[in-house]
């Protein structure tokens, strides 16, 4: 193969390669059936809760979430499900009316964010947090939500985060787990 040809094709294998890792345009992904995803899914960077007392009253258990400026999309909603919260002694019951959320961190709180609607479905053990306005991309966001009081009982606790982008139809994205770890009060006698 003539040395002209060799350094042709390298300079188009080299074109390609820098191509397929260069940043690309901010656009949303959407397939043919309109489903909606995207193109860099925010990230779950923290899951703290203020008591972790069983059966203490009034906690709040945040969630920080990190949504890449190359996300294509605003974030539209948030879902977080209780894991293995079917039995009584496990469950924990939440005050939607008292979520809230903010821009920034826990410890380095920004602006309040309106909260369109939160819903909590039993059967799934499942809380939606909807933003209005959605939140733009390259935002840190924190949700805080409001149970009734810890678990009865002690242990871990998993709770599944995810993110869905704005529309209708869009497709959610499962961020990982929020871990919590409950104590039990133990009685020491002197």
């Not at 959407?30 to 960077?45: A, N, T, W």
Request: glycine share 10%; aromatic share 12%; hydrophobic share 35%.
């Amino acid at each position: 193969m003539p040395s002209w040809a060799i350094l042709g094709l390298t300079a188009w294998v080299g074109a390609v390669g820098l191509a397929s890792i260069a940043p690309r345009a901010v656009e949303a992904v959407q397939l043919s059936s309109g489903k909606v995803y995207f193109d860099y899914p925010p990230r779950l960077v923290e899951a703290t809760a203020t008591k972790t007392q069983t059966f203490v009253r009034n906690p709040i258990y945040y969630f920080t979430l990190e949504l890449p400026q190359q996300a294509g999309e605003p974030l539209g909603q948030v879902a977080i499900q209780q894991q293995n919260g079917s039995s009584q002694t496990r469950q924990i019951r939440f005050r939607t009316e008292r979520s809230v959320a903010f821009t920034g961190t826990r410890t380095e709180r920004g602006e309040s964010l309106n909260l369109a609607a939160t819903e909590f479905d039993p059967e799934t053990q499942t809380l939606t947090l909807m933003f209005d306005p959605p939140i733009p991309p390259g935002t840190t966001v924190t949700v805080g939500l409001r149970p009734e009081r810890n678990p009865r009982l002690g242990g871990t606790y998993l709770f599944g985060v995810t993110a869905y982008p704005v529309g209708t139809s869009s497709h959610g994205q499962f961020l990982g787990f929020g871990q919590f770890n409950f104590f039990e009060e133990t009685e020491t006698s002197f």
